[in-house]
């Protein structure tokens, strides 16, 4: 009898359940969309109840897909949006409001506020992260503050709080009939709440943002989930849950100290494994744990590039220059350079290694004789620069240089940017043949969990190349042109100071 | 003899509409103006929309000329669009042939290469996106020529270059290659362009038949090919079914 294993990725806006056999190829892929709202300006929330009915039809359909049987399924593997989360009565599993996506901003004011609390730069030392809106501990004190009733119900212990994970974890398990309340430490670590160090709830932590402990789930590492479904398709053992952006690194086998994987969608998220070593960040870096197999974890280093692919998506539906955002390609090849032109798209401010949340998007070096096309060349270069500032803060963390980006996602069918993002960073750029990472790297860790696959030796023999871009760019320009991008990023900033409504 | 097609005579009366005054209506307005059932005029209109003749303006929802319409001569396909559309299942072929995949579009009198995936094997290997191949000595050249009668008369007309022993570089020969591609639905190729290597590949096509690329394997004869030089069935069924995903990727994005 055949055997294979099983992904859940639960997205930003979307659930999907994979099925993987013994060669990492993809069986079947079963899919779902859900409803985003948005019931206020920069409120975003999601249904929770919604997206456990899309899992409760896609994993049967996916094994209808596949023709086979759950008891074919060895393992599944939970990978999902991360900082996303949805409190629940432990009674009735009723969820409290709606879950809070990580794009939500109604914490601003909250955050500048808690920016000035004593014990701060202890908090970062802590968790690693620096206080956003989109980590989970500041919605989760919004909560808390506004929900009327709901502290007094978390500190008896009547209501549960669950990353996307969790939240599914508890169900499938069997939800108000002794469902496991358990989360992994890469999900944890996205909180606020962890201590990188102990990887357990930090007292120091909860106390900062007010959080009772009562309402928390255990952490566990990655590959130690240890559930058995009881609901939906019955009897499949649960063995791992990571972060989306986790599962990526694992899924692009970045084994290694100092191994680099790039996800290309709507925005950029690099992951840098950092081995056991925790590397606290002195270039605007986040530190948090790549994934957990067994005793030790494996620590990485983050930098997210805000907007990437949505700027390309700007450029088609707000200036309506392309069709199609493949399309952009073509009409950035149809002249030779930037002409001279650089957009860096700080929508809502700059992302690592920056952070600032106040600087506005610009286009520059506009002249008579700049056309769409170097308009075009520019938003796909912007992706590629803001490669380069994080990489090299990567590489200034660690030490020490890394020889070859792995990279994943939409983007990565525009050989272009991907030629460009080689010539930039001086190093190669690597496709897998595989492009769905994020899904191959829950089911990749829930396959090990249960003797699947033997050894991280094994999985590493099956990521197969399928491109490889090798950096061509001449030296000289390639450091004149990094200095015009540094230049414009340093306008975006003097925008920020001199508008009087920010 | 047959006599004219209705729905297509519909079907233009229905441009020709949008084509005057306004260029905005809504789907009431185009059935009640030609005496047509709604549910009739909904199916053309759909299906208009779904070739890109018509367009529905979102807010609206009334119905206008599609841009495609403006360029009907000029390309149909963006190349990076096609790539983009059939990344995954030219990985899919990658992993399932064991082969190197590439897809081609007819550019300027060859075949110019738009999506190219490794042979699985972590061999060194280049990334040829962009490079330019013979139409008369590859798989994929015959699959263009095969389904474009200006290209293959064009191609008639030329010198065929002789790549290896084995090209075919008389004229009559080609055109009886030609013809078996059609009536087989693939081509295929064994040292006609490189000694040792071959090559298979299958149209990709649009909706209503058009071909608009090839996807194919290439590598070594002794893989690709059985003991009588002749393409190994199971990789011929793998390179269909890809052809076939991609043309149906294409339909459903549309």
Known sequence: MQRFVMAIDQGTTSTRCIVFDQNARLVAVAQREHRQYHPRPGWVEQDAVEIWRNVDRIMPQALRQAGITSDQVVALGITNQRETFVLWDRHTGVPVGRAIVWEDIRTEELVAELEKQPGIEEVRDRCGLPLATYFSAPSLRWMLDNVAGLRAKAERGDVLFGTMDTWLIWNLTGGVNGGLHVTDVTNASRTMLMNLGTRQWDPMLLEFFGVPASMLPEIRPSTEISGTTTRVVPGISITAALGDQHAALFGQTCFEKGSIKGTYGTGGFLLMNTGNELVRSKHGLLTTIGYQIGGEPAYALEGSIAVAGSLVQWFRDNLGLIHSAPEIETLARTVKDNGGCYIVPAFSGLFAPHWLAQARGLVVGLTSYINKGHLARAVLEATGWQTREVVDAMNADLGAPTPVLKVDGGMTADHLLMQFIADVLDIPVQRPLVAETVSLGAAYAAGLAAGYWPDLEGLRRNWHLAARWNPVMDARHREDEYANWKRAVELTFAWARSSPST | ?254
């Open chain 2, 1 to 254: 003899m047959p006599g004219p097609i209705q729905s297509i005579e519909r079907a233009a009366a229905v441009l020709r509409l949008l084509a005057r005054g306004s260029g905005h209506h809504g789907l009431t307005e185009i059935a009640d103006s030609l005496g047509l059932a709604r549910g009739t005029a909904h199916g053309i209109l759909r299906t208009l929309q779904r070739v890109e003749f018509v367009e529905q303006d979102q807010a609206t929802g009334r119905y206008r000329l599609g841009a495609a319409l403006l360029h009907l001569g000029t390309s149909y396909l963006d190349a990076n669009e096609l790539r983009s559309r059939s990344i995954n299942w030219a990985d899919t072929l990658a992993a399932r042939s064991g082969q190197e995949v590439r897809i081609g579009m007819h550019h300027d009198g060859a075949v110019l290469v738009v999506h190219h995936v490794f042979r699985p094997d972590d061999s060194v290997q280049t990334l040829g996106i962009g490079a330019m191949l013979p139409l008369h000595a590859t798989a994929l050249g015959k699959v263009l020529l095969a389904y474009d009668p200006d290209l293959s008369a064009a191609a008639r007309r030329r010198e065929l270059t002789s790549l290896t022993r084995r090209t075919i570089v008389r004229a009559q020969a080609l055109e009886r290659v030609l013809t078996e591609v059609r009536a087989q639905g693939w081509a295929g190729e064994a040292e006609e362009y490189m000694p040792g290597e071959a090559s298979i590949a299958a149209p990709i096509r649009i909706p209503g038949g058009l071909v608009v690329g090839a996807i194919g394997i290439s590598g070594s004869a002794d893989r690709l090919c059985d003991s009588t030089g002749r393409p190994r069935a199971t990789l011929v069924r793998q390179v269909l079914q890809a052809a076939e995903a991609v043309t149906t990727s294409l339909v459903d994005e549309n």
